[in-house]
C-alpha cells in the first residue's frame, strides 16, 4: 500500500477520534508510538499529525501533538465563527435530514435526559457529542461542514470547562431538545434561529467562568 493511503488512513482515523471526543487535553500523540502501533513507518502518520495540526485539530508540542491549548481570546474568536457558520449549517441540515439522523438524535436526546437527571457528566457529554456529530453529519455542503469540524476541539474545551456547572447544564439540555424539535419539524428557519440561540448561551457560559476563575486559563 503507498505512503500515501497509510497517511490518508491515518488521517481519517484520528480525525475522526477527535470529533466523536475520544482523545481528550491529556492525550500526546507520538508519530513514533504510533507508526510502532500500526507497523508502519513513522513518515505517514507525521505527515498525518501535521495535515490535522494544520486543520487546527491539534497543536505542536515538545512531547507530540496535542489538542489546542487556547487562550480566552482564542476561545471567543472560535464563537463567533459559530455564530457566522452554525445557524445556516444547521438550517440546511434541517432541509436534508433523514429518518435514521432524527432517531440518533432521539437517542441521544434521551441519553442527555437520562445523564442529567443521574448527573452523569461524563455520559451527559458523550450524548451532547453524539447529538452534534449526527446534525452536522446531516449537511450537504461538504466544505461548510468541514470547517465546522475543523474547531471541534475548541468547541469541546469549551464544554468540559463549563459542563461542571449544573446550571449551564440545564441550559445546555434545554438548547439541545430546542434543536432537536427544530431537526424533526425540518423547519429550516427554526432550526436556524435555535442554534443562534444555543451558541450564544454557550459564549455566555463560557464568560460566566471567566468571570469566576481567577485564573481564566482554565476556562479554555
Not at 466523536?20 to 491529556?26: L, N
Not at 438524535?105 to 447529538?131: G, N
Not at 456547572?165 to 423547519?187: C, H, M, S, W
Request: hydrophobic share 35%; charged share 25%.
Amino acid at each position: 500500500m503507498a505512503k500515501t493511503s497509510y497517511r490518508e488512513q491515518i488521517y481519517e482515523d484520528y480525525r475522526g477520534r477527535i470529533q466523536r471526543g475520544e482523545i481528550d487535553q491529556s492525550t500526546r500523540l507520538v508519530d513514533k508510538n504510533i507508526a510502532d502501533q500500526l507497523g508502519v513507518s513513522r513518515m505517514p502518520v507525521r505527515e498525518a499529525l501535521m495535515q490535522l495540526a494544520h486543520e487546527g485539530y491539534l497543536e505542536g508540542t515538545s512531547r507530540g501533538f496535542a489538542l489546542p491549548n487556547l487562550s480566552d481570546r482564542q476561545v471567543l474568536e472560535v464563537f463567533e465563527l459559530r455564530r457566522l457558520l452554525e445557524p445556516y449549517a444547521a438550517g440546511m441540515a434541517a432541509q436534508t435530514i433523514t429518518d435514521q439522523s432524527i432517531s440518533r438524535l432521539r437517542d441521544a436526546v434521551t441519553d442527555t435526559m437520562r445523564a442529567l437527571e443521574a448527573d452523569d457528566v461524563s455520559l451527559l457529554f458523550k450524548a451532547i457529542e453524539l447529538f452534534r456529530n449526527t446534525w452536522l453529519g446531516s449537511v450537504p455542503n461538504t466544505e461548510l461542514k468541514n470547517t465546522i469540524h475543523r474547531y471541534h476541539a475548541q468547541v469541546r474545551t469549551v464544554r468540559v470547562a463549563t459542563m461542571q456547572d449544573p446550571e449551564i447544564r440545564n441550559v445546555l439540555v434545554k438548547g439541545q431538545f430546542d434543536l432537536y424539535e427544530a431537526f424533526t419539524r425540518r423547519d429550516s428557519m427554526l432550526a436556524m434561529n435555535q442554534m443562534q440561540v444555543f451558541v450564544q448561551h454557550g459564549k455566555e457560559s463560557y464568560l460566566r467562568c471567566m468571570s469566576q476563575v481567577p485564573d481564566s486559563t482554565d476556562c479554555g
